[in-house]
């Protein structure tokens, strides 16, 4: 799996979030890594990730809502992200 830390779009962005999700729900990679991976694509992509509080309306289109709850509690876990957030309670399917 070959992630960067710097995405051009949000498409791009939403496929490494899937890949490293998927990866981690396949047993390809553990709680570490997922955890890593997520804070450095959020860190060095926030304006792609958030807007207005809310995960991007591509976000929740191209990952699902199953995906971006994982997401979600580890930006929460990790102090990047508001307890009281409830971004992916707008939609998304998966």
């Known amino acids: 799996m070959n992630l960067k830390l710097f995405y051009k779009t949000q498409r791009e962005l939403a496929l490494a ?12 990679v553990d709680e570490a890594t997922l955890f890593k991976n997520v804070q450095d694509i959020y860190t060095n992509n926030p304006d792609k990730v958030l807007k207005n509080g809310d995960f991007t309306t591509v976000l ?29 309670s707008h939609g998304g399917n998966q």
């Open 17 to 28: 979030l899937n890949s490293i999700v998927d990866a981690y729900w396949q047993d390809e």
């Open 60 to 88: 929740r289109q191209q990952c699902g809502k199953r995906r971006l709850v994982v997401v979600e509690r580890i930006l929460q876990m990790n102090g990047l992200l508001q307890d009281d957030s409830s971004s992916t």
